[in-house]
């Protein structure tokens, strides 16, 4: 008797209506359907009964009509205590109309049943209608499942009905289905349809009513420019395993999600992998082969035609057919029946798989498992197959190519299954715990997990599925025996909302029982259910990220209306090809997930999804714009390396090897736009399989193109005449993505498709990959032979903490050994262990001794013994090896007994993985064997220890782990006794984090402000990184100027912390100048350029001073001060708010289309006023000219951009004499008013201007910084002119910025020819004509020309900019 008494399945239960009946308790939730196609209607349900002396069984019966049959397929799946659990998978009625029906069920014990009826139940089968179909929502891409849907509401469906059942024209290549999600109808689409109008409905044959629907894909894209490359083997014959036909499609326009399919393949969907420089995506995906040969086509549709391409593949599985199979059984203490299996193959290819099949499952043995002896030319096959003596109810065949072996057994009883509790856990990679109590005689073996979708049925007869395989090394049992006991076991899941579940369990004597689960049926489904209105908010640390060349991390902060959700939700990512799954923290009333975010990945959206622990997830798709993280990429980079040519040498016939030292060799050139990292190429020999491995270096690191050679060294004294062909070849970008080719191994996909990127896909010339080689004949060789074999210990307990065996052997080496022998451990199931860290130690010259050490994996072996093998001894030309049978045979021991005890609540336990660990600490997640009724802490070498928040004997689960950036140890304590130490090394946390600190950050507005890449900008009475230490006075240099200083003490007073403090008249950072009272100047009408001309001298000398201010430009720069967009103003709308007030209005469009307004307010003082701007006041000299700048809300590239005003200043003199004329320029800051000034000098008269390092951010007072522009954009300085462009540095805001220069003239006590860097003319200077000025004014205008000019090249050559101000430049000098 086997029978499973409990299974925990980690999901809580829910139902909609509950009906209680003579203490029946029944939970159902059919709903009608409308007939399908074949006059049935099928319910895809579940059942819930309970009843205090338990269900045994359920029998249906109908009630009428007579006509209307009930046909009912009830899959048992499991009991919680008194509720057994069924799914109507199968539940249908024939025929439309009303039907009633009810069941009994038969409570009690099999030997003593009760029928308990329940009360009648109303279902409708109802015949098809026409309906109306109305859009609720966008569609919106499913990354998970590749489809796409959108949210409907059906106009025509009757209450309390199921959504009808969908066909189209063609369903192999195109289908749809309506689905109930989250309370609303989805309508979700898969394939390509030959055109996308007809959606249609069968019903008896005889109706069928057609429906328009809108397409998610936009009409007016067009491929005709689109390149499909297919990279198929010659005449479509697969040469080797690896030979799958490639499709590579390159497309432009750039569509992210293309309308694109692939019939007849398990990978339907090309796969996003690259752009080009163009601005091309490029798709890729393989083809896995289903059948010996089949037809498949790629179909790319854009609705002005239907591409497709067919090819018709030819599928070679390249197995080995051994012939001449012999099986010996015999017996091997009161436990173990051996077969012994002897068959020969020929001429096979270089360390090909040998296909078999063992009790029903087939699988492979790798080389050199089982190669007994001989070369590829011919060899013996031999290895051992074991099983129990107990061959209860068991027919158990052993195939190996056409020979079969049968082992038969007595009958007993059938097992039953009994559920009877269920627990929840959850892990960092959205893991089910299953929790199984069993009981059978002859000991549990092993597990078998099935995944599918719907609709793909999970059967017996279901091969194109294959199962997730648990042993005995997989799951643990925490308590019991083999024969009685509870187990657990972890299912790593995919994030889907349709997966099916089938777990089979087997005894040793492979009699099994089956368990169906499926979310679908609502056998899954959660009180925790987790949809879109769960959600108040999404937001980032950071948002539209710059990814191109660079990483970092993030955080995704989910607000849920400030309440903790009653399950840990989990984000899933995907940026690359690996599933990512991180779990959420609960800080501050929201949830906070760190994400890892790779360099060039696909720019726009990034894509997630939110997980609940019953598998309903939420697609980053199916949210609003405002809950999106941005991504910015120039480039697309998801694929590994590539070889993009090859030669080999020699290039033509056969190398004959007549040295010591011949070499043969390979040159590849290796390109990857990330940059190279690292990889290797294996080449083996064709009849010996000797291996030679090379590892590949760049001769620069992360190189992104470069050629390197490999180069094997044969000798004509050892060597063996065979082709050398590359077999193997592995290499990895700077990120760690990799292009994988082997010439014998099947590509390693999961259920979610990764693609498998030949790195040598692109060389067309198969013959480059091998070389023949011919070596001197009439040598003899003296083979390697084993001379000696022992083990300790000889018996194990597999659920001990101490599980080491130490191998020593002796083999006369002979002429030489080329590989060493390999040590393999099976079970019964056929699984092995290989033990590779071999100590070599030379006796003398012919003979060496070997030491190995394996630690055997809990539980392996179970429940029968561990048989030892000796394979994989190369010596020249041939290779050895030994079965268990064959060493049994020399007299060499052969067998480790096992024996199992389950961890005792006094034990440590055992850790043997751990998930990722940030640097920043948190959680973290423990795997290995654990007491999990144990109450042991975590042990970390920082010293300190934690309890555990969760456990099972699988997986623990710690939180509040301190931060470190150097790897640390843990281990477990339990009492006075530890486990193991495990080493952690923390994945340090790159964030784009901002650098200011302080609580508030830098203090707050009054006391500083923040920029991310450079830190906190204190306000001037403030200090420290965070902006929060009050300044200090302190002995310091004085900042006070002039000579004499300050003017001397009628035109001021000095100050060491804050500079001169001038007395009225006097201004300036020294008080030596005072300011020159000019009429009001004419507001242009055009621009806001304003012109300042001092008409009369104003200290009766021969020369004036003009000035002219304008608005040059606006641009974006990054961090690096990378100008990424420039906008200049072509028109102006002027407004006149008085006679001393006009305003300017404009706006910028960037790339995207949108418009930011921008005005431009100039204001005259005539007389001396106090004004107040930002927090501060500041006194306005009369005449002066103030400008107030408003930009309104600007769309940032990324939040580490930031924009530069570009507003330019010249200043001229006017002079009708031969006097000298000097001119000088000045740049700095003054301490007392905050802010930066440039003075242009002019003999002894200047244009003064001011730009406060503050401004209205978002109207709040921030700092901001000026910088001067002259030696980028190459401003005028000679006698008579002087000129300056600043550039006004605005940090990133959400809404708008005011910003607040002023300008006036000045007289100066001191003329610019005392200062040093003067520059000074005898030549006589002629005034300004008043065409002159214009032109001045219109240069101005071709300034914002030319930088526009320049931005745009500076993204292709940025040292064009100066020759184009230069440009504008000469022709201000022509103008004197």
């Not at 591409?307 to 599985?317: M, Q, R």
């Given at each position: 008797m086997y029978k499973i008494n409990n299974i925990y399945l980690l999901l809580c239960l829910s139902f909609i209506y509950k009906i209680v009946l003579s203490d029946l308790?029944?939970?159902?939730?059919?709903?009608?359907?409308?007939?399908?196609?074949?006059?049935?209607?099928?319910?895809?349900?579940?059942?819930?009964?309970?009843?205090?002396?338990?269900?045994?069984?359920?029998?249906?019966?109908?009630?009428?009509?007579?006509?209307?049959?009930?046909?009912?397929?009830?899959?048992?799946?499991?009991?919680?205590?008194?509720?057994?659990?069924?799914?109507?998978e199968r539940f249908g009625i024939n025929g439309t109309g009303e039907l009633y029906f009810y069941f009994n069920a038969l409570t009690g014990n099999y030997s003593n049943l009760t029928s308990v009826r329940s009360q009648n139940f109303f279902l409708r089968c109802l015949p098809l209608k026409e309906f109306r179909f109305e859009p609720i929502s966008e569609y919106f891409y499913n990354f998970n499942d590749l489809k796409?849907?959108?949210?409907?509401?059906?106009?025509?469906?009757?209450?309390n009905t199921d959504p009808p059942w969908l066909i189209t024209e063609n369903p192999l290549k195109f289908w749809m289905e309506i689905s109930n999600d989250f309370g609303k109808f989805k309508l979700t689409m898969w394939g390509v349809p030959d055109n996308f109008t007809p959606l249609l409905f069968f019903y008896d044959e005889s109706k069928l009513f057609k429906y328009n629907i809108t397409s998610p894909y936009k009409d007016n894209i067009s491929y005709k420019d689109?390149?499909?490359?297919?990279?198929?083997?010659?005449?479509?014959?697969?040469?080797?395993?690896?030979?799958?036909?490639?499709?590579?499609?390159?497309?432009?326009?750039?569509?992210?999600?293309?309308?694109?399919?692939?019939?007849?393949?398990?990978?339907?969907?090309?796969?996003?992998?690259?752009?080009?420089?163009?601005?091309?995506?490029?798709?890729?995906?393989?083809?896995?082969?289903?059948?010996?040969?089949?037809?498949?086509?790629?179909?790319?549709?854009?609705?002005?035609?239907?591409?497709?391409?067919?090819?018709?593949?030819?599928?070679?599985?390249?197995?080995?057919?051994?012939?001449?199979?012999?099986?010996?059984?015999?017996?091997?203490?009161?436990?173990?029946?051996?077969?012994h299996v002897e068959c020969t193959g020929y001429n096979v290819s270089n360390r090909v798989e040998i296909q078999y099949s063992w009790g029903g499952t087939l699988s492979f043995f790798l080389f050199p498992f089982g190669y007994g002896g001989g070369n590829n030319s011919e060899f013996k096959f031999d290895i051992t197959v074991f099983t129990t003596t107990n061959l209860s109810n068991l027919r158990l065949y052993f195939t190996i190519g056409k020979d079969w072996y049968l082992l038969e057994g007595y009958s007993v009883g059938e097992p039953k299954f009994i559920v009877e509790s269920s627990d929840s856990f959850s892990s960092d990679s959205n893991t089910i715990l299953f929790r199984l109590?069993?009981?059978?005689?002859?000991?549990?073996?092993?597990?078998?997990?099935?995944?599918?979708?719907?609709?793909?049925?999970?059967?017996?007869?279901?091969?194109?599925?294959?199962?997730?395989?648990?042993?005995?090394?997989?799951?643990?049992?925490?308590s019991g025996d083999l024969q009685n006991g509870v187990l657990e076991f972890l299912y790593h899941n995919q994030a889907s909302r349709d997966l099916i579940f089938k777990i089979i369990c087997f005894d040793v004597n492979l009699k099994s029982e089956t368990l169906f689960f499926s979310n679908r049926y609502n056998t899954f489904p959660s009180k925790n259910d987790f949809n879109p209105q769960s959600i108040s908010n999404i937001t980032f640390l950071f948002n539209d990220v710059n990814l191109t060349n660079d990483f970092g991390y993030n955080i995704m902060y989910l607000e849920t209306y400030n309440v903790k959700l009653p399950f840990e939700p989990c984000l899933q990512i995907k940026p690359q090809w690996d599933n990512i799954t991180i779990y959420g923290e609960w800080v501050n009333s929201r949830y906070e997930f760190k994400i890892f975010m790779p360099p060039n990945i696909i720019p726009g959206a990034f894509e997630y999804s939110l997980n609940s622990p019953s598998l309903n997830y939420i697609l980053n798709t199916e949210l609003p714009d405002e809950f999106q993280l941005n991504v910015i990429s120039d480039r697309i980079d998801l694929m590994g390396p590539i070889v993009t040519t090859m030669h080999k040498d020699p290039s033509f016939g056969v190398a004959f090897i007549d040295n010591e030292n011949y070499n043969i060799s390979w040159t590849f050139t290796i390109k990857d736009y990330n940059g190279f990292n690292n990889g290797y190429v294996v080449v083996i020999g064709s009849i010996d399989n000797i291996l030679y491995n090379v590892s590949i270096i760049s001769p620069i690191e992360f190189s992104k193109e470069f050629t390197y050679q490999i180069n094997i060294t044969l000798n004509n004294n050892t060597c063996t005449s065979q082709t050398y062909s590359i077999s193997e070849m592995v290499l990895y970008d700077r990120y760690g993505l990799n292009s994988t080719f082997f010439v014998n191994r099947d590509p390693d996909y999961s259920l979610d498709y990764t693609p498998k990127i030949n790195p040598l896909y692109s060389i067309e010339n198969k013959s480059l990959f091998s070389i023949e080689t011919e070596c001197p004949i009439g040598r003899s060789f003296i083979q390697p032979e084993i001379k000696s074999f022992d083990f300790e210990p000889k018996s194990i307990n597999v659920g001990s903490l101490n599980r080491d065996v130490t191998f020593t052997y002796g083999i006369s080496i002979g002429s030489g050994i080329k590989e060493y022998p390999i040590i393999y451990l099976t079970s019964t199931n056929l699984q092995t262990l290989k033990c590779i860290d071999v100590i070599t130690t030379q006796i003398n010259s012919t003979f060496n001794q070997y030491k190995c050490t394996l630690t055997i994996p809990y539980g392996f072996g179970l429940p029968q013994d561990i048989f030892v093998n000796l394979y994989g001894l190369i010596g020249f030309g041939a290779y050895f090896g030994f079965s268990?049978?064959?060493?049994?045979?020399?007299?060499?021991?052969?067998?480790?007994?096992?024996?199992?005890?389950?961890?005792?609540?006094?034990?440590?336990?055992?850790?043997?993985?751990?998930?990722?660990?940030?640097?920043?600490?948190?959680?973290?997640?423990?795997?290995?064997?654990?007491?999990?009724?144990?109450?042991?802490?975590?042990?970390?070498?920082?010293?300190?220890?934690?309890?555990?928040?969760?456990?099972?004997?699988?997986?623990?689960?710690?939180?509040?782990?301190?931060?470190?950036?150097?790897?640390?140890?843990?281990?477990?304590?339990?009492?006075?006794?530890?486990?193991?130490?495990?080493?952690?090394?923390?994945i340090k946390i790159k964030y784009f984090r901002s650098k200011c600190i302080g609580t508030p950050v830098c203090?707050?507005?009054?006391?500083?402000?923040?920029?991310?890449?450079?830190?906190?900008?204190?306000?001037?009475?403030?200090?420290?990184?965070?902006?929060?230490?009050?300044?200090?006075?302190?002995?310091?240099?004085?900042?006070?100027?002039?000579?004499?200083?300050?003017?001397?003490?009628?035109?001021?007073?000095?100050?060491?912390?804050?500079?001169?403090?001038?007395?009225?008249?006097?201004?300036?950072?020294?008080?030596?100048?005072?300011?020159?009272?000019?009429?009001?100047?004419?507001?242009?009408?055009?621009?806001?350029?304003?012109?300042?001309?001092?008409?009369?001298?104003?200290?009766?000398?021969?020369?004036?001073?003009?000035?002219?201010?304008?608005?040059?430009?606006?641009?974006?720069?990054?961090?690096?001060?990378?100008?990424?967009?420039?906008?200049?103003?072509?028109k102006w709308i002027y407004n006149s708010n008085n006679s001393k007030l006009s305003t300017y209005s404009s706006n910028i469009i960037n790339k995207n289309g949108l418009t930011t307004p921008i005005s431009v307010s100039i204001e005259y003082f005539e007389n001396e006023r106090t004004i107040e701007f930002a927090g501060q006041q500041f006194n306005m000299k009369p005449s002066s000219i103030k400008y107030t700048i408003y930009i309104d809300q600007y769309p940032f590239s990324t939040?580490?951009?930031?924009?530069?005003?570009?507003?330019?200043?010249?200043?001229?003199?006017?002079?009708?004499?031969?006097?000298?004329?000097?001119?000088?320029?000045?740049?700095?800051?003054?301490?007392?008013?905050?802010?930066?000034?440039?003075?242009?000098?002019?003999?002894?008269?200047?244009?003064?201007?001011?730009?406060?390092?503050?401004?209205?951010?978002?109207?709040?007072?921030?700092?901001?910084?000026?910088?001067?522009?002259?030696?980028?954009?190459?401003?005028?300085?000679?006698?008579?002119?002087?000129?300056?462009?600043?550039?006004?540095?605005?940090?990133?805001?959400?809404?708008?910025?005011?910003?607040?220069?002023?300008?006036?003239?000045?007289?100066?006590?001191?003329?610019?020819?005392?200062?040093?860097?003067?520059?000074?003319?005898?030549?006589?200077?002629?005034?300004?004509?008043?065409?002159?000025?214009?032109?001045?004014?219109?240069?101005?205008?071709?300034?914002?020309?030319?930088?526009?000019?320049?931005?745009?090249?500076?993204?292709?050559?940025?040292?064009?900019?100066?020759?184009?101000?230069?440009?504008?430049?000469?022709?201000?000098?022509?103008?004197?």
């Open positions: 308790n029944v939970n159902i939730d059919f709903k009608n359907q409308y007939a399908y196609r074949d006059n049935k209607c099928y319910f895809e349900k579940s059942l819930v009964v309970s009843h205090p002396d338990s269900v045994y069984d359920i029998e249906w019966y109908t009630v009428e009509p007579k006509n209307i049959s009930l046909f009912v397929n009830l899959q048992f799946l499991y009991q919680i205590n008194y509720t057994t659990i069924y799914s109507t796409y849907s959108v949210y409907i509401n059906i106009i025509g469906i009757d209450d689109s390149i499909i490359d297919r990279k198929s083997p010659d005449d479509y014959q697969m040469i080797h395993k690896f030979d799958y036909p490639q499709y590579w499609i390159k497309l432009k326009p750039q569509e992210r999600y293309p309308y694109l399919f692939l019939t007849n393949s398990k990978f339907p969907s090309p796969k996003l992998v690259s752009s080009d420089d163009d601005g091309s995506y490029n798709y890729f995906t393989d083809l896995r082969p289903i059948e010996p040969q089949y037809y498949t086509s790629l179909f790319l549709q854009n609705y002005t035609n239907l591409f497709n391409i067919s090819d018709n593949y030819k599928y070679n599985s390249f197995g080995i057919y051994l012939n001449g199979g012999k099986f010996e059984e015999s017996l091997e203490s009161n436990r173990n029946k051996l077969i109590n069993y009981s059978t005689p002859n000991g549990i073996s092993k597990l078998y997990l099935y995944l599918a979708r719907w609709p793909n049925v999970v059967d017996e007869e279901t091969q194109s599925l294959q199962p997730i395989k648990y042993t005995s090394k997989d799951f643990s049992i925490i268990s049978i064959k060493l049994r045979d020399k007299g060499y021991p052969f067998l480790i007994e096992t024996s199992f005890t389950v961890l005792d609540s006094q034990s440590p336990g055992l850790i043997t993985s751990t998930s990722p660990v940030s640097s920043e600490g948190s959680s973290f997640y423990i795997y290995g064997r654990f007491p999990p009724d144990a109450d042991f802490t975590v042990e970390f070498s920082q010293g300190y220890s934690l309890t555990p928040s969760a456990k099972s004997g699988l997986i623990i689960k710690v939180d509040g782990v301190k931060p470190s950036n150097d790897p640390y140890t843990i281990s477990i304590k339990n009492g006075y006794s530890k486990s193991n130490i495990f080493t952690i090394t923390p203090g707050g507005p009054t006391h500083g402000t923040c920029n991310d890449l450079s830190g906190c900008i204190c306000n001037w009475q403030w200090e420290g990184e965070d902006c929060n230490s009050k300044v200090i006075s302190k002995p310091q240099p004085s900042k006070c100027k002039g000579t004499p200083i300050c003017g001397g003490t009628n035109h001021g007073t000095c100050d060491d912390l804050l500079g001169c403090i001038c007395n009225s008249p006097w201004v300036g950072v020294d008080c030596n100048s005072k300011v020159i009272i000019v009429p009001q100047p004419e507001f242009n009408t055009t621009s806001p350029t304003i012109v300042l001309n001092e008409t009369t001298s104003s200290d009766n000398s021969e020369t004036n001073i003009e000035a002219l201010i304008n608005i040059v430009a606006i641009r974006e720069i990054d961090y690096n001060n990378k100008v990424l967009h420039i906008f200049t103003f072509d939040k580490l951009n930031q924009l530069q005003l570009i507003i330019s200043a010249t200043a001229k003199i006017n002079s009708d004499s031969n006097s000298n004329s000097c001119s000088n320029k000045e740049f700095d800051n003054t301490t007392s008013e905050s802010s930066d000034y440039v003075k242009l000098s002019l003999s002894s008269k200047s244009l003064y201007g001011r730009f406060i390092r503050r401004a209205l951010v978002d109207s709040v007072p921030l700092s901001i910084s000026n910088e001067l522009l002259d030696k980028s954009l190459g401003a005028i300085s000679d006698s008579h002119t002087s000129q300056s462009f600043i550039g006004i540095n605005i940090p990133i805001y959400n809404k708008n910025v005011i910003i607040d220069p002023d300008f006036s003239l000045l007289l100066n006590s001191n003329p610019s020819t005392t200062n040093y860097n003067s520059i000074c003319s005898q030549k006589p200077s002629s005034g300004l004509s008043k065409a002159k000025l214009a032109g001045i004014i219109i240069s101005c205008c071709a300034v914002a020309i030319a930088i526009t000019v320049a931005t745009v090249v500076t993204i292709k050559k940025k040292r064009n900019l100066k020759k184009e101000i230069k440009v504008f430049n000469n022709k201000l000098i022509a103008m004197k």
